[in-house]
């Protein structure tokens, strides 16, 4: 049974009309987690007396930067399962997350350095999970380039899913060697990792955030793959029935 | 838990020096947010609309 | 394989023109100048491999190649083997030249050789990979995408530097490099074999 869900949902067609039965409920429910979160977070929670009130921008950073590193999984496991079982949905998710991922990740580098302004001194400090980030926003904008760079779409994710592979691959080896590197110079700092226990009244908006933002990710994720279906298989006679 | 944490709304856009610092960042994530949502919106119209002609 | 004396020329152009670049004052010519080897020795790679397949791709020998043979990415193998010994090898040597020249250091040059004769070898590995992935599509791209898989060497290069020079294991360094470089080995001629029978499908 599970075998035949899987199948259904594999192809392009009853994903397109399954997604858009559910995309409204994740859309509304995951906007109203997110703004209710944030207003709480920003406005309603005490104020932290190391940080003072700047630490509010966990609410906006560590959505993002935990969203950027699964977006890379997630396109990861789309290029395996495109690779093995040629399954033509898998290759449009890849190039539908690329974009969403390194804007996500956009938002966690410009959020994070600009935290580090009140809290380091300084906006860009060559720490490990920064680097890594940034070596990781990087990956994402040569994806595009490379998706890109061809017309023949399927060859194109081919390739792509061949390099989404390989640098899957490598970013642990890029965060280990990164931690490995900055141990050597870096000071301690504040860093997310050591956080000491937090308040359950800055607990609860942060999870709200995290889960608001991954559902507003997901939405994003449902409307740009619908582009690409739409895209590449505007031949297909159905998709004319859909429309 | 739901007290509000600033006593005006001066000191809330403030926020005691660190107000630029999160509001700009909550700028930066609503702008990149609402970009994206719109951006692909208008691209799917657009699609949907040639779809549409070429039928 | 005409090119082979481009990027070995690009190396010495780079090293030459790192004094320049600074007044010469010997003191402080030696603290960038390993960084420099080593972004200079990526940069070479990058250089060396742009052609790689691009010519037998034109010419339609790359498929008769496929078609033929029944193992290509032994062939891969030894195409990149050729390509380390006709560049890696002579910019290692010229590394440790270098290195003695600027430097003057004899002792920290000789342990540069080694690491210089295995990063060389790694790095012309991934930008095979790069240059297979955007084979007719110009070289840039696929160096620029594989640049950042580079990095992890280029920190493991640059940590070494410092054990070479308090003289602590400077050998657990190179069988780390050494390890990297056997997987990589192994694993890259398969994918770039992959690859380009994508492209020629």
Known sequence: MIKKFIHQFASPKTYLYQINRAYKYIFYSSLFIYTFSLIWGLLFTPEDFVQGNSFRIIYLHVPASFLSQSLYVAMAIASVTYLIWRVKLAAYLIIAIAPIGAMVTFIALSSGSIWGIPTWGTWWQWDARITSTLILFIMYLGLISLHTSFSNHEKADKLLSWLVIVGFVNIPIIKKSVDWWSTLHQSASITLTDRPSIDPSMLYPLIGSIIGFFGLIICLVIISSKVQIIKRESTKSWLKDYV | MFNLAFKSLQEAIYMSGHGIYVWSVLIIVIFCLFYAFTHYKIRLRQLKKRLDESN | ?201
């Open chain 3, 1 to 201: 394989m005409r090119s082979w004396l481009g990027p070995i020329l690009l190396f010495i152009l780079i090293m030459v023109s790192y004094p320049l670049t600074i007044e010469f004052l010997e003191q402080d010519l030696e603290k960038g100048f390993y960084s420099l080897l080593w972004i200079s020795i990526l940069l070479s790679m990058m250089f060396s491999t742009e052609d790689i397949f691009l010519e037998d791709y034109n010419d339609g020998s790359l498929e008769q190649i496929i078609i033929s043979s029944t193992s290509f990415p032994f062939m891969v193998a030894k195409k990149i083997l050729i390509y380390w010994l006709m560049i890696g090898i002579p910019i290692s040597i010229l590394s440790f030249l270098f290195s003695l020249g600027i430097t003057q250091n004899l002792s920290i040059s000789l342990f540069l050789f080694p690491m210089a004769l295995i990063s060389s070898y790694i790095f012309l590995n991934l930008f095979v990979f790069g240059t297979a992935l955007s084979l007719n599509k110009g070289s840039v791209l696929g160096a620029l995408i594989t640049m950042p898989l580079a990095l992890p060497v280029l920190i493991v290069l640059g940590k070494s530097i410092i054990a070479i020079q308090f003289g602590i294991n400077y050998l657990e360094f190179l069988l780390l490099l050494l390890g990297c470089l056997s997987i990589i080995i192994t694993v890259v001629p398969f994918i770039v074999s992959y690859v380009i029978k994508t492209h020629l499908e």
